[in-house]
């Protein structure tokens, strides 16, 4: 009987035989599509960040010298974004409650829309509310809800109201 002694290098090689023969045997038929999808965002995405939306101004009444009863009245109301930024939509949603003589909002037509920022992060819009009768003038509450079109500019919301009460 003959004794043969086995290298190092020999044993490596064995051991690396098998082990890839090991993991080739454990490897699928067919490979398959993975379940998370891996993606690179814009950098403006990467370091972009929410915006928040506030009301720093009350409502205004704007005055052009009209006649109320006739005309109606218009009430500018106005809301903001930090940090301030061009471009960003928000949506606009009125509604007039009346506790009193009738009246509704005939400016701007439809009562939602979406507006823009303007550079200092600001949109503002005009809303004229006529009473029904030019003989009994209104009473009631003008309302808008600000909300971002767009849930990655921002998610909160805010509402300004407006009392009217319109004596003719």
Known sequence: MSTSKLSRRDALKILAAASGAVAISHLPSSWTKPELQVGVLP???????LHFLSTPVLPQEIDLGQSYCWEGIIIRFTAAITPPTAGILLQYA????????GGSITVPSPTTGNLSTNGSGQVSIDVT???DSPS???IGTLTVVWSFVNPADGTNTVTQS???EIGC
Not at 43 to 49: E, I
């Open 94 to 101: 009125l509604s007039y409650t009346v506790s009193g003589p």
């Open 129 to 131: 509310v006529l009473p």
């Open 43 to 49: 950098v403006h995405a990467q370091t972009s960040s």
């Open 162 to 164: 407006f009392d009217i």
């Open 136 to 138: 009994f003038g209104t």
